[in-house]
Structures are given as C-alpha cells and as structure tokens.
C-alpha cells in the first residue's frame, strides 16, 4: 500500500473570487506648483503725474490708474488694458508686460504699450506710446501690491501736414502704487 507524502500529496487550492468592486483610487493632494492661480486681475494704482515733464516732479498733479491684467496659467507673460484719468486728459492703452521671476513673492517687471490719449487744451484723440518699469510684491497666488515709474510720450495732434505724425513736445511721467488681485 501506497501512503501519500508531503512530496507526494496534493492540495486543491480554489481561486479567489474577483472583487465585486473595484479599489478606490484616490488622487494625490496637488502641490503649490500644480494649483491653478488666476487669469483675470483687477488693478488699483493711485499716485502722481508731472505733465510737461521738465526734469523732475516738481509740478506733479494727482493721477488714477485702472486695469484689467490678463495672464497665462504659467509665466511672466501679461497683457494689460489700462485706462489713465489725470487733471491734464485721458489716456487709454494696451501694454505688455514681463514680470521677472515668475513664482516667486518679488517680481520686478518691464512693459511697453501703445494707445490714445485726449490731453488739454486739444480735446482731439492722439497716439500715445509708454514704457514702464515697477516690482509686483505678491502677498498670495492671486494677490499682489504694485509699484511703478511710467513714462508716456504724445503725437502732436490730427492736424497739420503730418497728420499727428510727429511728438509732442510735452511728455508724462508718472510715479505709481497699488494693489491688484486675480479674481478668475
């Protein structure tokens, strides 16, 4: 008579059965650098304009900036509409801005910008050219205090022969400071 062995005996070993549901999957919490931030900022500037610009602020006039700031979902890149009230006119621009260090809480910035202005005494529309240089301080991801030195340059109007061609003799030059905050 044969006996079975441990080397010689099998087991009948059933399958597991599947799982009636699968496992829950559970999505890492995101990281700062993978939160969205965003697109559409709101920006307050207040501060003073020397209109003619001489060499300095000794006849500066109180101005008011308003824009609407548009950025990307990553870098420096920005547009800005900006609409300008002082006590000499108007001004209404488009610039394009680079903040420098993008990420980080202290970023300076450069922008240029095109647009038209209604200065006094000639209420007529002219092209109006900037350019800028200021430092955006973020407080959080979509909140940030502004400061900017803004210098802005006019044609010389729609009349004449060259047809608001040629610079304005007069210049502006601005000092800046603010908040802005991305609200979508």
């Keep these: 008579m ?3 062995t441990a ?3 099998q087991v009948a070993v059933a399958p597991t059965a599947p799982a ?3 496992p829950a999957v559970t999505a890492p919490a995101p990281t700062p650098e993978e939160e969205s931030r965003g697109h559409v900022a709101l920006v307050l500037t207040p501060g003073v304009a020397a209109f003619p610009y001489s060499h300095g602020f000794d006849q500066t006039q109180p101005e008011g900036q308003l824009a609407l700031e548009f950025r990307g979902s990553e870098g420096g890149a920005r547009v800005r509409l900006t609409a300008e009230y002082t006590s000499f006119g108007r001004i209404g621009s488009i610039s394009f801005k680079y903040d420098f260090f993008d990420g980080f809480f202290f970023r300076p910035y450069l922008a240029v910008g095109l647009g038209v202005a209604s200065i006094n005494p000639d209420p007529a529309l002219r092209a109006a050219g900037s350019a800028s240089g200021g430092v955006d301080l973020y407080i959080s991801r979509d909140f940030f205090l502004t400061g900017e ?5 006019f044609t010389a109007g729609t ?3 060259a047809h608001g061609l040629t ?3 007069r210049k502006q030059i601005a000092l800046l400071a603010g908040m802005g905050f991305y609200f979508f």
């Design 149 to 153: 030195l803004k210098g802005t340059v």
């Design 159 to 161: 009349q004449g022969p």
């Design 2 to 4: 044969v006996v079975p």
């Design 20 to 22: 009636a549901t699968p």
């Design 7 to 9: 080397a010689t005996a």
């Design 167 to 169: 610079l304005f003799e």
